[in-house]
């Protein structure tokens, strides 16, 4: 049996393998002196509700061992037992003295009951005002949930814990803890990738580790990105010297964490490229013969194209790659007086995440109606775009004329582009 299977055949896994599979556990990693990263691998996760996780990813817990020991942030249900297994390796469970809870999404706090039934459910919970009033939604209400402030602050003995407010990023429990002796940033979701690995800091994973950076906030934190811009104002106006930042999934950053604040910044501001997604769906190639035409047209005028078929890509791919493109336009077949079903599926999942500054246009073949392309539109128009006008329609296969219209349409689809940056 081989290891060397395409990322997507691992979804076919017999059981054997998967057992295989699971043995190869994140054993604790000292991330500093006495603090531990004592999260899991989730190796084998392909859809994470929807997002495609081609790499897996991890569920990261952090332990901090001090005259007073804290665990902050807990994994997923099923691997439970894997955290047991690696706080063990360091404490006693028992020993744990109290709970930091960053966010309530069960990633993070689907283990939360049983390890608490396991250091003691009389010990505190740390988590935000709106933690407090989530959690126990979430994991009962028999724990002894203890709110905190912005600002408030926790002694373990020699080290320090701060709590910050990072209300609805991404949900509205989510907070910061920061460690000032270390300068320790635990992020929650924040600066997150969804990536297993063994390579666990940013300088052992080289900088490939940038794109799973870039799919994560596009998918996950991209509706938020006024909210992120503000949060980062804050940090830095509380002058708080970051060397390390450790979010919930994926590596660490301790060699550079600037570089993934810098990007945040930028893909906060929602700049846009030079660039243009064609993203389309085709019942008899006709829309895609339009679609590989307009990316011709665009490339010519010197644009970056990226043509998608949506069966082909996942929308969580896509998506990646509209967030930084100036340039969006959508093709798809009327199907029964209507869009693609695909088409319906991607505009509905960009549209919640609101990506803002796009030029965008609609194209399309058609039988006898012919109402997606109008649809598209007014879908593009209701999301803020600018929809250039007029769009392209074809009646059943294009040919050498429709072509050269198509062709022309990504040349002034283009030059909007250029004009617009
Ligand atoms: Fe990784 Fe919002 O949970």
């Known amino acids: 049996m081989s290891y060397g299977l395409r990322p997507e055949r691992a ?59 804290a665990l902050i942030d807990t994994v997923k249900h099923e691997f ?54 989530n959690l126990p939604r979430h994991i009962g209400s028999e724990f002894d949930f203890r709110a905190v402030n912005e600002g408030d602050t926790l002694s373990l003995g020699s080290r320090t814990l701060t709590f910050l407010e990072t209300r609805m990023l991404h949900w509205p429990d989510s907070m910061f803890t920061y460690l000032s002796e270390d300068n320790i940033l635990f992020a929650s979701d924040a600066f997150g990738q969804h990536y297993a690995g063994f390579e666990k800091f940013d300088d052992t994973v080289g900088d490939d580790i940038m794109a799973h950076a870039k799919k994560y906030f596009a998918n996950i934190l991209l509706p938020f990105s006024p909210l992120i811009l503000k949060l980062l104002e804050k940090v830095s106006a509380l002058g708080l010297d970051i060397k390390m930042i450790c979010p919930d999934h994926g590596i660490i950053w301790r060699k550079n964490p600037e570089k993934i604040i810098d990007a945040y910044l930028r893909w906060s501001r929602q700049e846009s490229n030079p660039k243009a997604v064609v993203l389309y769906d085709t019942m008899w190639h006709s829309t895609e013969r339009m679609a590989d035409a307009i990316a011709t047209g665009l490339s010519s005028e010197g644009i970056s194209v990226r043509p998608m078929h949506l069966r082909k890509w996942h929308r969580s791919d896509i998506m990646t790659e509209v967030m930084d493109a100036a340039g969006i336009v959508v093709g798809s077949p009327t199907l029964n007086n209507g869009l693609f079903p695909t088409i319906s599926d991607f505009l509905t999942y960009m549209k919640g995440l609101k990506p803002k500054n796009k030029i965008a246009a609609a194209f399309g073949s058609y039988g006898w109606s012919g109402e997606a392309v109008k649809l598209i539109k007014s879908e593009l128009g209701d999301m803020k775009f600018e929809v250039l006008e007029p769009d392209t329609k074809i009646q059943f296969v294009p040919d050498q004329k429709g072509i050269e219209s198509c062709y022309e349409f990504g040349r002034t689809i283009a030059q909007a582009i250029k004009a617009s940056s």
């Open 80 to 133: 439970e037992d894997q955290l047991l297994d690696n706080i063990t390796e360091i404490v006693d469970p028992k020993n744990i003295d109290f709970v930091i809870s960053n966010h309530t999404e069960m990633d993070h706090t689907g283990a939360l009951k049983r390890i608490m039934h396991r250091i003691g459910k009389d010990k505190p919970i740390y988590c935000s005002k709106m933690g407090f009033k």
């Open 11 to 69: 979804l076919f896994l017999n059981e054997n393998l998967f057992d295989i599979v699971r043995m190869r556990v994140m054993k604790p990693v000292e991330i500093a002196k006495n603090i531990y990263d004592v999260g899991v691998n989730d190796w084998n996760i392909r859809d994470f509700h929807g997002y495609s996780t081609w790499l897996g990813t991890s569920y990261n817990a952090f332990l901090v061992v001090d005259e007073k020991i």
